[in-house]
């Protein structure tokens, strides 16, 4: 199984970036897809989460009417699309695949990208 994150960045306030992911080694459209974030000494919180047939979609209050989540199952990509940035959304992002199973959950996760923006 591989979560294969782009390359995130240096951006300024204000301005957009989009994170793609593409997955592989498993059943891309079975599975829930995520973005997660990591600032320093604070858990991993979820950003955005869209279900395996793309219909559903859930954003953090903190991001919610500035970053949209897609995906497409035909290239197994997600994709996070990042608008009106603030310096508060530095952090590194990484990808998600989950799937609830009989006694829980199976979870996949991408190397992580850096995201940083100045202001």
């Known amino acids: 199984v591989q979560l294969q994150e782009s390359r995130g960045g240096l951006v300024q306030y204000g301005e957009s970036l989009r994170l793609s992911c593409v997955g592989s080694?498993?059943?891309?459209?079975?599975?829930?897809m995520a973005w997660y974030r990591h600032f320093p000494g604070k858990e991993r919180e979820l950003v955005a989460i869209?279900?395996?047939?793309?219909?559903?979609?859930n954003y953090s209050e903190s991001v919610k009417g500035r970053f949209t989540i897609v995906r497409d199952n035909a290239k197994n990509t997600v994709d996070l699309q990042m608008n009106s940035l603030k310096p508060e959304d530095t952090a590194v992002y990484y990808c998600?695949?989950?799937?609830?199973?009989?006694?829980?959950?199976?979870?996949?996760w991408g190397q992580g990208t850096q995201v940083t923006v100045s202001s």
């Open positions: 869209i279900n395996g047939a793309g219909t559903s979609a």
């Open positions: 998600n695949a989950q799937q609830k199973v009989r006694h829980g959950l199976v979870w996949y």
């Open positions: 080694g498993f059943t891309f459209n079975t599975y829930d």
